[in-house]
């Protein structure tokens, strides 16, 4: 009577909450490929949305009444080891399945052929009986045989796909990296050959200057050595006449004294006065050496960006990673004349401020592409302060800038240790930024990159830059933003095609980390924005996946909001305004040339 009981209440058991909407009703279906059951108005849902329409949905409650009957039927032939163990090697020896039977650990008697969907742990009947009263239940053969299909073609996709295309891809890698390499040797040697020419120049036009000044040297040295010969004559006939007077003027009563002197007087008429020569003046008129000059007869590097590599493919839906229950619905779109959007800042329900460093150019634009005003600035990042002025920090700058309602820009602080690369304003009056000390990946032991909290005084409150084992936590830091429970969220790029996303508490304490291999679904990720909506979730802009993420508050996946299937390409960055719309800076084709604005709104 006890057996026949519990199998009456397995038979009737019924799950009474559906897992999605959580309403307290009969609940007869499941999704096999979200793994959870589910009513009928969210089984109808599932069939309306494009991203779920796909999944496969049974019935539970046939399930249930079938296995219930197994039961009975097992339990009718025999309740002893003997008769259980025959029935476990008849399923055993079906053509279905092939694996060995398994014995409950707490009845070492009776096997394992039930799984708790509501547990996720395998179960014996007299577990089924005690431990799973009113559990969802099913035949632990069919479990392992859907998840058999599973794992077997989890592998065929590394087998045929994912690792063929890696090794294609570090192919690719190492033969860029060669051809990299490749450049820059040839560029050193260029640059080298450019010195050599250009000092050999320099010494011939320094040599024939030297010989001007030589030639110049020797002829006036010439005129005067004549002109001091000259003198030593004229010295000479002076003193000699000098002589001749005073003897004359010692024989006054001389007879001939007065021959003598008309004598002197006339060798005296007679000297040629040498004047001092005249030699040419010589002056070095040296150019000023200024930077301009020399990099225009030195030379300097062009550096532009080929054609970026193809990204990496991405990774096959192996688990169902549409997200049920997402209703999202595009309100807006339009292009700009920006090679891409770096930041976005919505000013109102109907405006947003757009910029890119790339361009010394910052807009106000309309819903709809109307450009209401223009200012000059190759911008970083900005937000709105409480008091609705909009805040900036713009490339290769040190400073602070606002602008005002009047549309003015104005400096609030210039003092800056490092540059910034993003920025958020707390409604206390608190700004915390990004900051590096230069703009690229590379990390040496005297690199710098920090979160740094400033209140409206411009005193710092927080500094985040090092781990407990003094170890760098950034890479660079590009962009912050905060949640509604005074979280820090950063995006760090790691690399070329890799950023992550990290948030820490108030205090600058790490929370997780999200975009890793082993927190994604993704071989890689590769996050260029965040941005937290009304309810503290997080939205990530992923670039090179052509995706939106969508996280919980502690950093769970909650699925993708957009992919490429939606029409987004290279998402770069995301922003909510107030009225909780979703401004992302993407493009519309692989191929266009410059970015696009798309507004959408999300129901999750």
């Known amino acids: 009577m006890a057996t026949s009981g519990g199998i009456k209440k397995l038979k009737s058991a019924t799950v009474k909450q559906c897992s999605i909407c959580e309403a307290k009703t009969d609940v007869k ?7 959870k059951i589910i009513c009928q108005n969210c089984k109808n849902l599932h069939k309306k949305v494009r991203a779920t329409s796909h999944h496969k949905i049974v019935s539970i409650v046939k399930k249930v009444r079938k296995e219930s009957n197994n039961e009975e039927n097992a339990s009718e032939v025999g309740s002893n080891d003997t008769n259980d163990q ?13 694996r060995p039977v398994v014995m409950c650990l707490k009845h070492q008697d009776c096997a394992l052929k039930w799984y708790c969907s509501s547990c996720e742990n395998p179960a014996c009947k ?7 009263k009113s559990h969802v239940m099913a035949d632990l053969s069919v479990y392992l045989d859907r998840r058999q299909k599973k794992w077997d073609r989890f592998v065929k996709i590394l087998e045929d796909k994912e690792l063929p295309e890696t090794l294609e891809r570090m192919k690719r890698i190492k033969k860029a990296k060669m051809d990299f390499d490749s450049n820059i040797i040839a560029v050193k040697r260029e640059v080298w050959m450019r010195y050599d020419e250009f000092m050999l120049k ?3 036009e320094r040599q024939r200057i030297l010989s001007d000044l030589d030639e110049i040297q020797q002829r006036e040295e010439k005129t005067f050595a004549n002109a001091l010969q000259k003198m030593e004559q004229e010295i000479l006939i002076l003193e000699s006449s000098l002589d001749s007077t005073k003897e004359m003027i010692e024989s006054l009563n001389s007879q001939n004294i007065k021959q003598n002197f008309d004598e002197v007087c006339e060798k005296v008429k007679k000297v040629k006065k040498t004047r001092c020569p005249n030699p040419e003046k010589v002056k070095f ?4 050496v200024t930077e301009k000059i020399v990099t225009h007869l030195y030379g300097k590097l062009e550096r532009h960006l080929g054609d970026p590599p193809p990204p990496p493919p991405s990774s096959d839906d192996l688990s169902g990673l549409s997200t049920p229950g997402v209703d999202v619905s595009l309100l807006s779109s339009f292009p700009t004349d920006l090679p891409f959007i770096r930041t976005i800042c919505p000013a109102s329900t109907d405006d947003a401020w757009v910029g890119c460093w790339q361009q010394d150019k910052m807009f106000l634009s309309t819903y709809d592409g109307n450009t209401k005003q223009t200012i000059t600035a190759k911008v970083m990042d900005m937000c709105l302060m409480s008091n609705g002025d909009l805040l900036v920090v713009c490339y290769l700058s040190y400073n602070l800038k606002s602008i005002g309602k009047n549309g003015k820009m104005k400096e609030l602080k210039s003092d800056l240790p490092l540059y910034p690369t993003g920025v958020v304003a707390m409604k206390n009056g608190d700004i915390i930024l990004s900051m590096v000390d230069r703009y690229d990946l590379k990390m040496d032991e005297n690199s710098m990159r920090r979160l740094m909290k400033l209140d409206k ?6 500094i985040i830059e090092n781990d407990l084992d003094g170890k760098a936590i ?3 830091p590009a962009k912050v933003t905060v949640n509604i429970n005074g979280d820090i969220c950063a995006i760090d790029e790691t690399g070329e095609y890799s950023g992550r996303l990290l948030v820490f508490d108030s205090t600058g304490d790490l929370k997780f980390v999200y975009g ?3 927190s994604t679904f993704e071989e890689t990720c590769d996050l260029s924005c965040c941005a937290c909506d009304s309810e503290g979730r997080i939205v990530a802009s992923d670039w090179l996946h052509h995706k939106i993420h969508i996280l919980t508050a502690d950093g769970s996946f909650i699925g993708y909001l957009l992919t490429e299937d939606d029409g987004i390409h290279f998402p770069f960055c995301v922003s909510f305004g107030s009225d909780g719309v979703l401004w992302i800076g993407c493009k519309l084709s692989r191929e266009a040339p410059k970015g696009d604005i798309v507004r959408v709104k999300y129901k999750c």
């Open 86 to 98: 025959g029935s476990s090697n008849g399923r055993s020896s079906s053509p279905k399945s092939t």
């Open 457 to 462: 005084d411009g005193n710092t409150l927080l």
């Open 285 to 288: 008129n040296a150019h000023e």
């Open 29 to 35: 279906w499941r999704c096999t490929n979200c793994d």
């Open 474 to 476: 950034f890479t660079y």
């Open 126 to 132: 007299e577990c089924a009986k005690s431990e799973h």
């Open 516 to 518: 890793e291999q082993d």
């Open 202 to 204: 320099l010494g011939n």
